[in-house]
């Protein structure tokens, strides 16, 4: 997978899960993970929790509002887009594809 | 619940299931991987009992399945196979050579969920020289690229590459681009099985190799993006072992067309290791409990150069089936290593290949079929040693 590389994007454009991914709770590992071809990526944690609000009616800006409320006082910005900048440098995530 | 890793001596759980769903193929080709003698194997698992190892493996931990054999397509219900397994999560790969690939199959394919296909391409007839050029080949696989790129797949080609087609790696790399690949693996042969029986006939020269890998990054250079291009250097030509399965019982399991469970598809060839058949025995028990998957993991097993190798962590000592092939036996360094003693075996191949044309008397090409494989069976059961 090379370097993770910081791609930035529209903040407030829907995202998803980009085509040939899979995002799934694995039991196994106790964790979510992003399966592809041939590999797997563990999202233990947060990185978890961010990556299951990428559905492709949420904007980068729509998940931090909705996991604020939900953690309120919790500053989270920083590492929301930290980590949605680097899913989308590897590829994982996209800007919702036109229908 | 069980995770890995809380017992620090018991092994974590597999990730990648290989359902060698069958043996039988269309195709001969001379450098396969499996086994030479597989026709002396039990019937194949029926549908029932492989759906029971897809939902074994997959609550063992398995997030990738790789639907491959022989060809998988000559089985009639790789259909319900490949629903079932995504309906339990996994992601699906299915390793072809397209032939028997029609669209009504891969329409139900694509409903049942298959992820992903890859693509291979190979001399499918007995003119080897010919097969770049055989516009049957070629059609075949423009009308089978056509219909993965309909059902919106990857374009994924695999072409696996010796002496006889190495110098052609740039028009096989202009025929992946016009048929629309995003990603080639150009995997040069890795000498087991029938490719082991012909590896006098299909090693490459270090010439032919450095010209290929040329062409190859020039190739590269022009397409950039639009192509990803992974070239495969053949171990012979190597001076350390690759880590073989990523180590013994560590990442993998096969599971065979009769049901046998292997640490890798090689492995069944090892003397002295029986190995489970998931018709006896449950998925877990064979990966975690089973005498033959934990033959070699850990280091306890190993003698010297790797016992006490700075590197052992990293390769594992290398492949226990080639240095099994190569040196009697199967705990001795991957000669491939040229800190091993057997190391001249595998530079002394090399030596040959690099002579400009192959001696007169050189092993005549042993092609993979049936008949090739009971004359190999009954060969190894007359040099057998019965214990």
Known sequence: MGQPQRIAFDHDAPIEIAKYYRFQWEPAQDCHVILYPEGMVKLPGSSGEIMKRVDGTRSLNGIITELEQQFPGVDLRADVVDFLEVAHGNGWIRPKAPR | ??????????????????????????????????????????????????????????????????????????????????????????????????????????????????DHIQLSFQDSTREMNDWLSSTKTFELKKRVAELIQQYDYPMVFNCVL?????????????????????????????????????????????????????????????????????FVVPDYHSNRPKACMNGWGSLFVTVTSDGVVLPCHEARMLPGLTFPNVRE???????????????????????????????????????????????????????????SPFHHLITEAVEKADRPTLPPNVKPIVFRDDRNSRLLSAQKADTTPVT
């Open chain 2, 1 to 114: 619940m069980e995770t890995a890793g809380s017992d620090p001596k018991r092994p974590g759980n597999p990730l990648w299931l290989l359902a060698e769903i069958t043996y039988k193929c269309p195709l001969h080709c001379v450098f396969c991987y499996n086994p030479t003698d597989y026709t002396s194997y039990g019937p194949e698992l029926n549908t029932d009992e492989w759906l029971k190892v897809l939902r074994e493996g997959r609550e063992l931990g398995c997030t990738q399945l790789g639907f491959s054999g022989g060809e998988p397509l000559m089985r009639d219900d790789l259909e319900v196979l490949i629903a079932e397994a995504r309906k339990l999560g996994y992601y699906t790969n299915l390793i072809t050579s397209g032939v028997g690939l029609t669209e009504k199959r891969i329409a139900a394919f694509k409903e049942g969920g298959l």
């Open chain 2, 162 to 230: 010796h002496r006889h087609n190495i110098d052609h790696t740039q028009q096989i790399l202009e025929m992946a681009e016009q048929l629309g690949a995003e990603y080639v693996e150009l995997a040069n042969t890795q000498y087991y099985a029938w490719a082991f029986e012909n590896r006098d006939q299909l090693l490459p020269s270090r010439d032919q190799l450095q010209r290929a890998e040329e062409v190859t990054n020039k190739f590269r250079e022009r397409v950039g993006d639009k192509m990803k291009v992974y």
């Open chain 2, 281 to 339: 025995h449950d998925l877990k028990w064979i990966w975690y409990d089973s005498p033959g998957f934990n033959a070699y993991r850990g280091d306890a097993w190993m003698q010297e150069p790797c016992r006490t190798c700075p590197e052992k962590e990293k390769d594992f000592g290398g492949c226990r089936c080639q240095a099994y092939m190569l040196t009697g036996d199967a705990r001795n360094a991957d000669p491939v290593c040229d800190l």
